[in-house]
DNA sequence: GCAGGCGATGTGATATTGTATCGTCGCGTG
DNA sequence: CACGCGACGATACAATATCACATCGCCTGC
C-alpha cells in the first residue's frame, strides 16, 4: 500500500479541486458543470439524478432536464470527481480527486448516509481473487449496507 | 475460513433444491414460483425482472405481469436461492442454496455473463474495515466490472 | 466576415426498472 | 358455511436512464 496524504477539500476548495482535474484531463469546466458539482456536494448523502436536477433547476432558477445532469454526472464519474453508489442508484462528490482508489461504500440502511472508507488491501485482495479466476478487473464495487454508528445495531 | 463442500446443482436438481430451501423456510413452493425459477435458471447471464416477465409468460402461455415476478424474485433473494447483481440491476440464481456466503460476482463488460465465486477472506475482510469504522454491516455487495476469460483482455 | 466543425446544452420522447393499491381466488379452519 | 389469509392479477404510477435531434457559442480556415 502506497503511502500517501489524502487532501480532503470541503466547499469552494472541493469545487476549485474538482475544477482542476477537469480541466486537467483536457474538459470544459463550465457554468453548468460546476453548479450541478456543487449542487450534489450540497447533499449529505446519495443523491439521485433526478435530486440533483431537482435541486440544480432551484439553484439556476430555471429548469435542468435529467439527461443534461446524467451527461455531466458521466463526465464526473468518468473523472473521477464524483462516484456512482451502485446499490442505491445514487451519487456522491468524491472528496479527493486525484486520488484514485477502489473506494468502499458503507451504506447505512436506516438513515441513508454512505459513508467512503479507502483500504487498498481490499481493493487489490477483490483484484487479485479476480484475476486468478481468469478475469481482468477493470472496476470493483465494492458496498456494504448496514447501520452507521449513528444508527445503532438494534 | 470454514471447510465444506459446495453442492452445485443444475437443472431440475436445482429446482428440485430451490423447493427445499423454500419449504424450509415455512413459504409455499407454488407452481408459478416454480416457473419463475425455472425460467431464471435458464438464463446464463444476469437477467432484468422484466426479461423473466416477459420469458416466463412464454414458458407458461400467458402474460406474467411484472409486479409478480418482483414479488417472487424478492422472496427467493431473501431466501438465498437468487441473487440481485446491483450494478446490473438483475438477478441470477444461486447455485448452491443453502450455502449463504457474502459472494462476489465478476461482471463481464463485454459479453455480459457474471460469474460467481466465494471467497470467505474477503467477505470477512471487508466486514471487519466496516466495523473497524464504526459501522454494522448486514450484506456486502461486492461486484467487479472487466473482461472475463473469453472475452480477453483488448 | 463567413462557412463549417465541434463540444455543450436544450427539448421532448421513450425505454427501463421498481412500487402501490386494490380486487379476486383458493385454501384451510373454526 | 363464514372467515381469514397468503398468493396472485390488473392497473396505475413513480423513479431511473437513454435516445434523437435541434440549437448555441466558440474557434478555425478561408
Given at each position: 500500500?502506497?503511502?500517501?496524504?489524502?487532501?480532503?477539500?470541503?466547499?469552494?476548495?472541493?469545487?476549485?479541486?474538482?475544477?482542476?482535474?477537469?480541466?486537467?484531463?483536457?474538459?470544459?469546466?463550465?457554468?453548468?458543470?460546476?453548479?450541478?458539482?456543487?449542487?450534489?456536494?450540497?447533499?449529505?448523502?446519495?443523491?439521485?439524478?433526478?435530486?440533483?436536477?431537482?435541486?440544480?433547476?432551484?439553484?439556476?432558477?430555471?429548469?435542468?432536464?435529467?439527461?443534461?445532469?446524467?451527461?455531466?454526472?458521466?463526465?464526473?464519474?468518468?473523472?473521477?470527481?464524483?462516484?456512482?453508489?451502485?446499490?442505491?442508484?445514487?451519487?456522491?462528490?468524491?472528496?479527493?480527486?486525484?486520488?484514485?482508489?477502489?473506494?468502499?461504500?458503507?451504506?447505512?440502511?436506516?438513515?441513508?448516509?454512505?459513508?467512503?472508507?479507502?483500504?487498498?488491501?481490499?481493493?487489490?485482495?477483490?483484484?487479485?481473487?479476480?484475476?486468478?479466476?481468469?478475469?481482468?478487473p477493470t472496476r470493483?464495487?465494492?458496498?456494504?449496507?448496514?447501520?452507521?454508528?449513528?444508527?445503532?445495531?438494534?
Open positions: 500500500m502506497s503511502v500517501h496524504t489524502h487532501i480532503t477539500h470541503s466547499g469552494p476548495a472541493l469545487t476549485e479541486a474538482a475544477r482542476a482535474v477537469i480541466e486537467a484531463a483536457g474538459e470544459q469546466w463550465t457554468d453548468l458543470r460546476s453548479d450541478v458539482f456543487a449542487t450534489l456536494a450540497a447533499f449529505a448523502r446519495p443523491a439521485s439524478a433526478y435530486d440533483i436536477a431537482e435541486a440544480a433547476s432551484a439553484r439556476i432558477g430555471r429548469r435542468l432536464a435529467a439527461n443534461s445532469v446524467y451527461r455531466i454526472l458521466d463526465l464526473f464519474v468518468a473523472n473521477n470527481v464524483a462516484r456512482r453508489v451502485e446499490s442505491r442508484n445514487a451519487y456522491l462528490v468524491n472528496e479527493h480527486p486525484g486520488c484514485a482508489h477502489d473506494c468502499i461504500f458503507l451504506v447505512c440502511e436506516a438513515c441513508g448516509e454512505a459513508t467512503h472508507i479507502d483500504d487498498d488491501r481490499l481493493g487489490d485482495a477483490l483484484r487479485g481473487t479476480a484475476r486468478g479466476a481468469g478475469f481482468t470493483p464495487v465494492i458496498e456494504v449496507h448496514g447501520r452507521c454508528g449513528g444508527c445503532g445495531t438494534s
